[in-house]
């Protein structure tokens, strides 16, 4: 699984041919709230957001992008 914040890591082609090799799932937590409070938001919303998210990765057959 990759977790990231890299909102335009979908407009890199190299970067998308990647990871869709890969097999691995992406899950994507966008903001845009700096330095510590961003964090927090950020820690926040993927703890919130992972049980939904994993739920939907077991059903899955194969990758799949989540934005949370």
């Known amino acids: 699984m990759v977790l990231t914040n890299d909102g335009r890591q979908m407009q890199r082609p190299r970067e998308v041919a990647a990871i869709a090799a ?10 845009k709230h700096p330095g510590l ?14 049980p939904s998210a994993l ?13 949370m």
């Not at 890969?22 to 903001?31: D, F």
């Open 22 to 31: 890969s097999g691995l799932h992406r899950i994507e937590y966008p903001h």
């Open 37 to 50: 409070i961003g964090m927090g938001i950020a820690i926040a919303t993927v703890a919130a957001g992972l």
């Open 55 to 67: 739920a939907l990765l077991e059903e899955s057959s194969g990758p799949r992008l989540i934005t």
